[in-house]
C-alpha cells in the first residue's frame, strides 16, 4: 500500500521551530517530485514547498522564503520541512504529498500521493 506518513507537528511560539518529516512506503521517492502544502480553516490548500526528484529545483511560497527549507533524504526514504522563525500566519494543516513525474509543480492537482496532515499551531 502507498502511504506518506507526517510527523513533527505540534504547538510552538512564534519565533520558534519545528521539523516535519515525511516517511514513504510503499513505494520510493527517488523518482518523484515532492511537495508540503498547508491548509488553514477557511483558506484554500496552498503550495509551500516543493523539491524535484534530483533536488536540483525548489521552489518556496514568498510567505516562506528565508524561513522554510525543504529536503529529503533518499535511503531514508523521507523528506522534511524545516520551519523557522514562525510566525502567527504560519498555523495550519500541513500535508506532504509526491508526484509522479520528477519536476516541480506548485499545483495540488498535480500530486498523486498525500499524507494525512499534521497540525502546526504557532501560539504565545
Known amino acids: 500500500q502507498l502511504q506518506l506518513v507526517e510527523s513533527g507537528g505540534g504547538l510552538v511560539q512564534p519565533g520558534g521551530s519545528l521539523r516535519l518529516s515525511c516517511a514513504a512506503s510503499?513505494?520510493?521517492?527517488?523518482?518523484?517530485?515532492i511537495g508540503w502544502f498547508r491548509q488553514a480553516p477557511g483558506k484554500e490548500r496552498e503550495g509551500v514547498s516543493c523539491?524535484?526528484?534530483?533536488?536540483?529545483?525548489?521552489y518556496y511560497a514568498d510567505s516562506v522564503k528565508g524561513r522554510f527549507t525543504i529536503s529529503r533524504d533518499t535511503p531514508k526514504n523521507t523528506m522534511y520541512l524545516q520551519m523557522n522563525s514562525l510566525k502567527p500566519e504560519d498555523p495550519a494543516v500541513y500535508y506532504c504529498?509526491?508526484?509522479?513525474?520528477?519536476?516541480?509543480?506548485?499545483?495540488?492537482?498535480?500530486?498523486?500521493?498525500w499524507g494525512q496532515g499534521t497540525q502546526v499551531t504557532v501560539s504565545s
Open positions: 504529498a509526491a508526484r509522479s513525474a520528477g519536476y516541480i509543480s506548485r499545483l495540488r492537482h498535480d500530486y498523486d500521493y
Open positions: 510503499g513505494f520510493t521517492l527517488d523518482h518523484h517530485a
Open positions: 523539491i524535484s526528484s534530483s533536488g536540483g529545483s525548489t
